[in-house]
């Protein structure tokens, strides 16, 4: 089983959105392929009054297959807070050998799985682990999505070298639109963001993904998305 690790420069940056469009993007091409979320914190009563995690269900949904809720995402927590002091709040804890060998469990299941992180990569999962350490034991392969805005240089410049110095290869980073293109509310870095991280990160290929889109486009010259499947 073949695995890559989908994480943000931040919160709220779109790596849910990203995570699920890679998994139907394998699935376009034959591969079978499963979703994995180590923790969640931060839930929400639908409709019908029950406890939902919105981005666990997104996973589960572009599965394709609903797969079971605990192979998704074996530790979930109320509040929208990190997930070790989420789970403090609960007075429970995470599970760190948990974080790393709930992934195994989808080894006779899949040949592609994609994990997605929670905040940044310097998040804290439990009171051990952080995003870093997930991927480094793991020795996953790496996205780094990041919010087309204000900051976005720099939050990716950090990101991205920070993976590296930890010895994680990034395979790419996704600029990510995370609202809809509006005059009154432009910024007025979104045109020029791409250029400058392509000049201060040559080596790593750079896509894009417009507000809503179903799919990833290229930013760098001669490189195709599809080129990271497997």
Request: glycine share 8%.
């Amino acid at each position: 089983m073949q695995t890559l690790l989908v994480t943000g420069t931040d919160t709220g940056v779109g790596k849910t959105w990203i995570t699920s469009l890679l998994v139907r993007c394998f699935r376009q091409q034959g591969i079978n392929i499963g979703a994995y979320k180590p923790v969640c914190s931060g839930a929400e009563v639908n409709s019908n009054g029950e406890v939902v995690w919105a981005d666990i269900e997104a996973l589960r949904s572009a599965c394709g297959n609903n797969p079971e809720i605990d192979l998704v995402c074996p530790q979930r927590f109320h509040a929208a807070v990190a997930p070790n002091i989420a789970a403090r709040m609960e007075n429970r804890l995470v599970d760190s050998r948990l974080l790393i060998d709930g992934a195994a469990r989808w080894e006779s299941h899949v040949d592609q799985l994609i994990i997605e992180g929670a905040g940044g990569i310097f998040c804290p999962l439990s009171d051990e682990l952080t995003v870093m350490d997930v991927a480094v034991e793991l020795n996953t392969p790496t996205i780094v999505v990041a919010a087309n805005r204000l900051g976005v240089i720099n939050h990716t410049r950090l990101t991205v070298e920070a993976l590296q110095t930890h010895g994680v290869n990034v395979v790419a980073i996704v600029l990510n639109e995370i609202g809809p293109a509006s005059q009154e509310n432009s910024d007025p870095s979104g045109p020029t963001n791409a250029a400058q991280i392509r000049h201060w990160l040559p080596k790593t290929p750079l896509f894009h993904c417009l507000w809503g889109a179903k799919e990833i486009t290229s930013l760098s010259d001669g490189v195709s998305f599809v080129d990271f499947l497997p």
